[in-house]
């Protein structure tokens, strides 16, 4: 099937656009606080603070700004002067080189890099003292990801919007309304990533693998969609916990580490 083709069948699909509103009406919206955040109890979810939650973002940044940063230049994100330092266990970035790019494709990731390094100096600097360091950050965890452009975008792709879905599942924790409209236009920007590569991928016709149950495939792979959208134009949002199994690659509960983050991340928010 043509990507033209599957665009035609989606927007001209009744059954796609009813069955969110169908789902809503029969089970409502939410599963609660306690399970949004993995194992945690709901007195703990509710004591989380503004100051977790933008946390829990920067360990995602520190690991989308290296990965860009490293697939552009061949240098971490320390080397570009973005600070690293802060609380918690800090760790060296390991793995991962420059890749070989058309200049089309190098041109949006070379974007997308200097956004991502300025949302860790933006976070890091709204929280001042409070602000988490670089956890450990192996960007070899899937040896993928750098050998070529279509493995460069495959994982970008992934990255971003896992990105956009985090800040969606964590907007309904935060209680500044400052904050609240500081992060959304973070998620924007990282939409507006996600909305880019996920057409460069489809261009490309590389079908890539999902990384959860959750994850809505682009174009050209199996049920693809040109964005990352369900049947009532809503973007997926995935809880601080279903991140994190992503992340770790483990959805086993009480899971700390593993996949990306070797040593897990730093902050309060840091088991699936």
Known sequence: ??????????????????????????????????????????????????????????NLEYLEA??????TTGQRIADAGVGVSGMGRAGETVGGSRVAMNDRVMTVAMQIALDERNHVDFLRQALGSAAVAKPAINLAALNVGFNNVNEFLTV???????????????????????I????????????????VLRLLVSDAAIAVPPVDALDVLPLMSPNGRLFQVDGAGRSTIRTPGQ????????????????????????????SV
Not at 16 to 33: D, E, H, P, Q, T
Not at 156 to 178: K, M, P, Q, T
């Open 156 to 178: 970008a792709r992934a990255f971003e919007d896992l990105g956009v879905s985090a800040y969606g599942g964590a907007a309904a924790f935060i209680s500044n309304r400052s």
């Open 180 to 195: 609240l409209t500081n992060a959304a236009q973070i998620a924007l920007t990282e939409a507006q990533h996600a909305g």
């Open 243 to 270: 991140v994190l199994a992503v992340a770790y690659g483990s959805a086993q509960g009480g899971t700390r580490a593993g996949g990306f983050f070797p040593n897990g991340v730093n902050g309060t928010i840091v």
């Open 66 to 71: 290296e990965f860009y940063t490293v697939a």
């Open 1 to 58: 099937m043509t990507k033209a083709q599957q665009l035609r069948d989606l927007v001209g699909s009744e059954t796609s656009r009813r069955a969110f509103a169908r789902s809503v009406m029969v089970g409502g919206i939410g599963a609660g606080v306690a399970a949004a955040f993995g194992g945690a109890t709901t007195a703990q979810a509710q004591s989380l603070t503004d100051v977790d939650i933008l946390n829990f973002a920067l």
